[in-house]
Every structure is written in structure tokens, then in C-alpha cells.
């Protein structure tokens, strides 16, 4: 019996660390974010899945503007992504640069690509702040299978204006595998693309 008690709590524990875990990794996070400290968030962010993360959203919107609209992951948006997507390529190129996706992870979005009205707000920390702001925003946030979670950031701004952080378990470290922006912005990303039709 002792020692069926002392696996349970093992597990128990274990269990608890799993959970704590992706929480523990986006504090790290928004402390790297906050000392805009490059080299750490590196170590956080998978750049290749991050870019093919933005690249599917442009593409699936300039899909759908043309009238060529495909289910998420369906066949065109995979084609266009894996072959390259040349007429996304400056818009992403621009999106995964160190400045930029510190920008992300405080819900800006470079001027150049999106106008000044799709930046965060000045002075604001997305992902910094007191571990009581950052438990606000974790509890927003949502399980994809048992590997990845979605993270809603800013909090207080309404939900169609939220960025979405990504988070995927890659052996036992949390990485960020894709930011999902904000509808409004992704239709001023693809305002800048040129009209197959043209």
C-alpha cells in the first residue's frame, strides 16, 4: 500500500510539473521579451515553423480575396506554401527578423508591412508584467492536442484583436512554433500583394 501511495504522488507531481510547465516557459518568455534579449528568445522560438506559420495565414487570406478559397492545410495553401509562395516571401522575410518578431511578442506588427493602426499600443508589454498579468492571460489559453497550446495576448484587448502565441512541446522545452495574427492585420498584409488578375 505504501508504496501504491508513493507512485501515485510520483505521478502526481509529475503531472503537476507538466501542467506548471508551459506556464514557467511563457514567463521566460515575456522576461526575454521585456530585456528584448535576442539571444534568449531564440533558444524559445523554432524561426522555420514560425515562418511557415505566417505564411500559410497570408496565403490562406489572399486565397480567399481571390476567390480561390481552401480549407486550412488544404491542398493549394500546401502547394503554395511548399513551393515556395515567392509573393509572400518579402512579407514573411520582414516578419522574422530579431526586431520583428520582438515586435510580435508585444502585438506589433512592423509599420512598413501594416500601417502604423496595426502596431500595439505604446508603451505596452504584451507578455511582460507581473506573474498575476501573465496568469490572466494563461488562463485564456487553449489545448491543442496534448503538445501544443494557443496564448492569447495582450489580455485586456478585445479577442479579434489578439495575437495568438503557439507553443509546442519539443522534448521537455516549450517553444514558440507560430504567432496567429489578427484578421484585420493579415488583410492589411496581403493589401501590399499584387492581384493575380492584374
Sequence with gaps: M???????????????AFMVSPFVALYGLARAAAARDWPRIEERVQIKALRIFLAKQVVA????????????????????ISAGASFVDPIVAQLVTPEAILGLLEAKVPVSLA???????AGERALAGSLRALAQTWVRSET?????ILVPFPAGRPREEQFRLQLHLAGATWRVTGIELPQAVVRRLVDGLPDPAA
Design 115 to 121: 500601417g502604423p493602426s496595426a502596431t500595439g499600443v
Design 2 to 16: 505504501r508504496w501504491t501511495l508513493r507512485i501515485l504522488a510520483f505521478f502526481l507531481v509529475a503531472w503537476a
Design 144 to 148: 491543442r492536442g496534448f503538445f501544443t
Design 61 to 80: 487570406e489572399y486565397l480567399r480575396r481571390h476567390g480561390r478559397v481552401q480549407e486550412p492545410g488544404g491542398f493549394g495553401q500546401n502547394v503554395a
